[in-house]
């Protein structure tokens, strides 16, 4: 793998414009795929043996898997409306179509799954919003699919930074499966910023620097944190969207923070 940082590229038939497979990144668990799909337009997959969810990140479109069908779903129109998503769980073994009623930005999110849970809506009343932080630490959150919620494996959540903010911050990571301490979590970062032209540092670096890759990051890129700590930084005047996704071995989400920077958890 040559960069951490993956770039869009041109639609396929299906819309895809991005597309992280555990082959493609070089690990066990997480898979992440973003569809622009035009009005009318058509997802058809299968789960095969993995758990989904599926974010609609913009826009609004019919989904249907086996006997369920969920209509005329979606409610922003932008990410950065912040109202939180509709979002669908689709337990591993089904097919899916997702049909676009507008221009729609969709995320499919995807983990190992053992057909413990069964499809449902997850509609914005139900995902918890909260804010973290202080000063230019700010920012505000969308927790979508939390260890609290049922799934087998996979974790969503999407974040707003403030222009200006530093998030995922003070710096930690979650790369050891050391439970009740730390939990072992491959992660994926979807960013989005507004307006478009601007960018944002992400850097993932482990404590002896064998990882230390710093990314001034655009609109539409996604970031792997394969292991290590993994800080991100708004450009100031530009606001910062990212929708994480994360899987391991168990679903629990413990971080450790970097010794280095934790001081500042007091101040």
Known sequence: MESLRIRPHAADDQGCVLDVTPRSAGWEYVGFRVHRLSVGQCLEAHTDDREHCLVLLSGRATVASGEQRWDNIGERMSVFERVPPHAVYLPDGVGYRVEALTDLELAVCSAPGHGGHPARLIAPGQIRRSTRGEGSNVRHVHDILPETEPADSLLVVEVYTPAGNWSSYPPHKHDIDDLPRESRLEETYYHRIDPPQ??????????????????????????LVPRGYH????????????????????????????????????Q
Do not use: I
Request: charged share 25%.
């Open 198 to 223: 601007g960018y944002a540092v992400h850097r993932v670096y482990t404590d002896d620097r064998s990882l230390d890759e710093t990314m001034a990051v655009e609109n539409g890129d996604c970031v």
């Open 231 to 266: 800080p991100v930084g708004a450009a100031h005047g530009y606001q910062l969207y990212y929708l994480n996704v994360m899987a391991g071995p168990r679903r629990v989400w413990k971080f450790h923070n970097d010794p280095d920077h934790e001081w500042m958890l007091g």
